[in-house]
């Protein structure tokens, strides 16, 4: 789904794979990869796409004919990877534009992103397994499995997993701008 829209992009916007890549600054041949669902972009190259195409990265995942029933299958989902010490995230909802819900996985000292970042929607975070510390607004929150916590996202944030376990954590994120 995500290689088709993101080719679906590349056509509106007149471009080829080559002039795609060299201006979202990937190589051709993993934008390929992409469009082609042989591979799962990372965060950072997401956003270097949304950005080429002056859109959020929810955009990228929009499904115009999403349909009314969405069953997320474990080995099944897109994956969205981050660079090695960050979070990893497995999409649970269609692109439908209202609601976004991601599994996200935090190894030992992995954080969501290298600084806090803000977005306009409303965030909630359920921590499954594992510890996590919420950094919302300049304030830290350390949640334990079966806590969660929710908030105005455009405070600036991020989770980090502080322990020496691994943290798992359901985000769900209204309206979706990741």
Same mark, same amino acid.
């Given at each position: 789904?995500?290689?088709?829209?993101?080719?679906?992009?590349?056509?509106q916007?007149? *471009?080829?794979?080559?002039?795609?890549? !060299?201006?979202?600054?990937? #190589?051709?041949a993993?934008? $390929?990869?992409?469009?082609?669902?042989?591979?799962?972009p #990372?965060? #950072?190259?997401?956003?270097?796409?949304?950005?080429?195409?002056?859109?959020?990265?929810?955009? *990228?995942? &929009?499904?115009?004919?999403?349909?009314?029933?969405?069953?997320?299958?474990?080995?099944a989902?897109?994956?969205?990877?981050?660079p %090695?010490?960050?979070i !990893?995230y497995?999409? /649970?909802? @269609?692109?439908?534009?209202?609601?976004?819900?991601?599994q996200?996985? /935090? +190894? @030992?000292?992995?954080? &969501? $992103?290298?600084?806090?970042? +803000?977005?306009? &929607?409303?965030?909630?975070?359920?921590?499954?397994?594992?510890?996590?510390? =919420?950094?919302?607004?300049?304030? $830290?929150?350390?949640?334990?499995?079966?806590? #969660?916590? !929710?908030?105005?996202?455009? *405070?600036?944030?991020?989770?980090?997993?502080?322990?020496?376990? @691994? =943290?798992?954590?359901?985000?769900?994120?209204?309206?979706?701008? %990741?």
């Open positions: 789904m995500l290689g088709d829209r993101l080719r679906d992009l590349r056509q916007h007149s *471009l080829t794979l080559r002039q795609l890549a !060299t201006a979202a600054d990937v #190589s051709p993993l934008l $390929s990869q992409i469009e082609n669902g042989a591979t799962d #990372s965060l #950072s190259t997401l956003r270097k796409l949304a950005q080429v195409f002056d859109t959020s990265i929810a955009e *990228l995942f &929009s499904e115009p004919e999403a349909p009314p029933v969405h069953v997320s299958r474990v080995g989902r897109t994956r969205l990877a981050a %090695p010490g960050q !990893t497995e999409r /649970l909802t @269609p692109g439908r534009g209202d609601l976004e819900v991601l996200a996985h /935090l +190894a @030992p000292g992995d954080a &969501s $992103s290298a600084e806090p970042w +803000a977005h306009p &929607s409303t965030e909630c975070a359920i921590v499954i397994t594992g510890a996590v510390v =919420a950094e919302i607004g300049g304030e $830290s929150y350390t949640l334990t499995a079966g806590e #969660s916590v !929710t908030f105005d996202s455009r *405070l600036a944030h991020l989770y980090r997993n502080a322990s020496d376990q @691994p =943290a798992h954590l359901i985000i769900a994120v209204t309206p979706p701008t %990741p």
